[in-house]
């Protein structure tokens, strides 16, 4: 069986929605220019609700890979958090492809198309936003520093994160 830690329908679900309202409403947000929390609020009211829905389901869940990665980003190279944490996510969701089919189906529902589709679907948003995605995969350092991350606390939690992974081509 494949190691889910923490993984449950409940936690699934909360991180679906959570996902969809970013993918909504963050894109709104950042192209209103200036601040006016009247004109904003709809967007922000949704956007708080998505945080409160992720971190439900992380209360469960704990994080995981894409967060092992993100905090030398935000350390060395002052990024916030949650860019910190986005940069990864195709690499992170390439990973996870093929591992579990309740996984590869919530992802899915992330953007209403099959996962493998999602994943370039995921990458073409984040850079409309401004956010390259980066990779660890290509270089012989960046592939030993995302095994160092996969045996982290927070990576182990990583639904790929067993032994199988330089079959998988890390």
């Not at 709104?28 to 709809?42: K, M, N």
């Not at 579990?100 to 529902?109: E, G, P, Q, V």
């Amino acid at each position: 069986m494949l190691f889910q830690p923490h993984c449950n329908p409940i936690a699934e679900a909360l991180a679906v929605e959570a996902a969809r309202l970013v993918l909504q409403f963050l894109p709104r947000l950042l192209l209103q220019a200036g601040y006016a929390p009247v004109a904003h609020r709809l967007e922000r009211e949704q956007l708080a609700r998505a945080s409160l829905l992720a971190g439900l389901a992380m209360s469960q869940t704990q994080t995981a890979l894409a967060h092992a990665l993100s905090y030398d980003l935000t350390l060395h190279e002052a990024l916030p958090h949650g860019e910190a944490c986005a940069v990864w996510l195709p690499m992170v969701w390439e990973l996870a492809l093929g591992r579990s089919s309740s996984c590869d189906a919530a992802l899915a529902r992330v953007f209403g198309v099959p996962a493998d589709a999602g994943v370039q679907k995921l990458r073409t948003w984040l850079l409309e936003l401004g956010i390259l995605v980066r990779e660890l995969r290509h270089s012989p350092e960046g592939r030993a520093r995302l095994e160092r991350e996969m045996r982290s606390a927070r990576g182990s939690n990583f639904i790929g994160s067993e032994n199988e992974n330089t079959s998988r081509g890390l």
